[in-house]
């Protein structure tokens, strides 16, 4: 970090003994500051705890440390803190988990930048006080805890974009997402087509996706979804389209109003992909899918639509969770497989996240009984990954995830703000 160090945001958390919520608050708060480092002067965000009751200097409850840790989040070294006037007069934001917090606080000399956690986080309610109470209890305010926390950040990162004059924010929300090519492209296309947007990738928890997926959307802005959290985010959305319903799993969102929208563009991306490679005449192809994740579903539901696939093999290295996917469909042609030795499929399709890396490859063609007519890979690296160079060293043609990447970011577009994109 260079040039003048001091936090252009300090936020505080308050609690009562500032031995339990507030010190679970502040580390998930420092996690997702040290993961999400902006440009700008956003990159200063200072957070701290304190309690109103607090005895300064004690340590955590035994419940805080052993949740916090189960999380990978140590809190051994932390102190409590006492609120004082002190602390509320270097406080630009103070967020309280009970009401009965503010009302000490605005004795302190609390102004305008006092407010509960959840109002903060866009959601209503008090953070109740689990000290003695069993772990279940610290598990469940922990989680809570995430979820508002996460919502928080996704609220004042979205308007320190605006005040730093950059418009209405999308972000890719996933983990990982460093090695994502969507900011690039998508802020391409912003700046071609004169909007007053940034994009951006995100990496997000399991705990807090959803609530940051709605803080963008309502904020007037939205965004994209990858692995892990492709399905875990329908319960946020209030209203999705036939290919959400149909893959259980969303890689688009947006709001239109107060309602929140999702939809499933990978499979449009995928079929874009999918005529290049094959064409539109019907072939007969035998397909054989591997992986059963959210991008997986989006294949196989494209696939199932298309007249030219008779048969499809899944497969996927926890045999189960093949076997869920081919129960949601529940079509004859989709069958799981316990070995993709042995079979000759007309085409592969990579639907995992093996190859992103740039050294491996999920399955070694050599080993079909068949040399397939193409294959695409959904991964992708800078280059090209393993399982590509492999087929075109075998002579078959293939296509890795880059060329999906841009159809579907260009449907997400689309549906964003009811045009295409620029074109190039």
Not at 273 to 296: K, M, Q, R, S, Y
Not at 309 to 320: D, F
Request: aromatic share 6%.
């Amino acid at each position: 970090m260079t040039g003048d160090p001091k936090p252009r945001l300090s936020l505080t958390f308050v609690c009562t003994g500032n031995t339990c919520r507030s010190p679970m608050a502040l580390a998930i708060a420092r996690k997702i500051v040290a993961e999400n480092e902006l440009n700008g002067d956003l990159n200063r965000v200072a957070v701290r705890a304190a309690g109103t009751n607090a005895c300064p200097g004690d340590v955590p409850s035994t419940g805080a440390l052993r949740v916090a840790g189960e999380a990978g989040l140590n809190l051994e070294s932390y102190r409590s803190t006492r609120l004082t006037r002190e602390v509320v007069k270097g406080s630009d934001l103070i967020l309280c988990m009970e009401s009965a917090h503010m009302a000490r606080v605005r004795e302190l000399g609390g102004g305008e930048g006092v407010c509960l956690l959840s109002n903060a986080a866009g959601t209503r309610g008090e953070v109740g006080d689990p000290f003695g109470a069993g772990d279940e209890t610290y598990r469940a305010v922990f989680h809570e805890l995430e979820v508002l926390v996460g919502g928080l950040f996704a609220r004042l990162f979205t308007e320190g974009y605006r005040r730093l004059g950059r418009g209405a924010v999308y972000a890719l929300l996933g983990d990982p997402v460093a090695h994502s090519l969507s900011p690039a492209r998508h802020n391409a296309a912003f700046r071609a087509a004169r909007r007053d947007a940034v994009y951006w990738a995100r990496r997000t928890s399991a705990a807090e996706c959803g609530a940051v997926l709605r803080a963008l959307a309502l904020d007037g802005g939205g965004g994209n979804v990858t692995v892990p959290h492709k399905e875990r985010v329908l319960p946020f959305l209030d209203r999705c389209t036939e290919a959400v319903s149909a893959t259980g799993a969303c890689n688009t969102f947006w709001a239109e109003g107060d309602t929140v929208w999702g939809d499933n563009t990978d499979v449009e991306g995928f079929l874009g992909t999918w005529t290049c490679i094959f064409g539109d005449a019907p072939n007969d192809h035998d397909v054989l899918v591997l992986g059963a994740g959210g991008a997986a579903r989006a294949v196989v539901f494209a696939l199932l639509g298309s007249v030219g696939v008779s048969r499809i093999w899944l497969w996927n290295r926890t045999p189960a969770r093949a076997r869920l996917v081919a129960d949601h469909f529940g079509e004859e042609r989709l069958r799981p497989v316990a070995d993709w030795k042995g079979t000759a499929p007309g085409a592969v399709v990579n639907a995992t996240s093996v190859g992103m890396d740039g050294r491996s490859a999920p399955v070694d063609l050599r080993g079909l009984a068949a040399r397939p007519r193409g294959l695409i890979d959904l991964a992708y690296t800078r280059s090209t990954t393993p399982l590509v160079r492999q087929a075109v060293h075998l002579g078959i043609p293939a296509a890795d995830g880059r060329d999906m990447l841009l159809r579907q970011a260009e449907a997400s577009y689309a549906r964003w703000f009811g045009e295409a994109p620029p074109a190039g």
